[in-house]
């Protein structure tokens, strides 16, 4: 089972600011690496597929990098509405399909 | 629109049976796998099932196998997640998530409590 590490587990920042938030895959998963948005009470939104293509909908603030095992989620300038817990998931070797723990992002 | 309705949860004893449903639109049903993803209260998510798009091929997180069921009606455009044995540790929302391997769209979800 491929198991995948966010980090952090919160980040806490201010609109306007960049967001970093990075997946680690215990083995490689090549770029088969997905991220998704959930708010409270919602959910889970496809945000970024195979590591770095953008969802139908999905505002160019967001964007994804890496393969292999190390893959990052940017979120350039944040807005109001971003601050949302995010998910990282694998599909390259399954099953079992993996999630990450996930990265609260949260305003300070 | 592509639309995922979940139907059928609620609370249940330990060792009770669930069948939940999941109505879906907005899209050819039948070319798409289907999954089942879960999260329980103030947790994270988990993968719990996908079935092909004929119904011929299935896949379960361990935790599930040979206690949930996944199955389809694809003249109905209907996904199903039988749940026998439940235990203490399934309780959380069910979604169904149109797609096998990656979840292009998510239903609402609905809250299955299992307690005494």
């Known amino acids: 089972e491929i198991v995948l590490t966010q980090s952090p587990a919160t980040l806490s920042l201010s609109p306007g600011e960049r967001a970093t938030l990075s997946c680690r895959a215990s083995?490689?998963?090549?770029?088969?690496l997905v991220w998704y948005q959930q708010k409270p009470g919602q959910a889970p939104r496809l945000l970024i597929y195979?590591?770095?293509n953008r969802a139908t909908g999905i505002p160019a603030r967001f964007s994804g990098s890496g393969s292999g095992t190390d893959f990052t989620l940017t979120i350039s300038s944040l807005e109001p509405e971003d601050f949302a817990v995010y998910y990282c998931?694998?599909?390259?070797?399954?099953?079992?399909?993996?999630f990450g723990q996930g990265t609260r992002l949260e305003i300070k | 629109e592509v639309q995922l309705v979940e139907s059928g949860g609620g609370l249940v004893q330990p060792g009770g049976s669930l069948r939940l449903s999941c109505a879906a639109s907005?899209?050819?049903?039948?070319?798409?796998?289907m999954s089942w993803v879960r999260q329980a209260p103030g947790k994270g998510l988990e993968w719990v099932s996908t079935i092909g798009t004929s119904g011929g091929s299935t896949y379960y997180a361990d935790s599930v196998k040979g206690r949930f069921t996944i199955s389809r009606d694809n003249s109905k455009n209907t996904l199903h997640l039988q749940m026998n044995s439940l235990r203490a540790e399934d309780t959380a929302v069910y979604y169904c998530?149109?797609?096998?391997?990656?979840?292009?769209?998510w239903g609402q979800g609905t809250l299955v409590t299992v307690s005494s």
């Open positions: 083995q490689s998963v090549s770029s088969y």
């Open positions: 998931q694998q599909r390259s070797n399954w099953p079992p399909i993996t």
């Open positions: 998530a149109k797609d096998g391997d990656l979840f292009t769209k």
């Open positions: 195979d590591a770095s």
């Open positions: 907005g899209f050819t049903f039948t070319s798409y796998a």
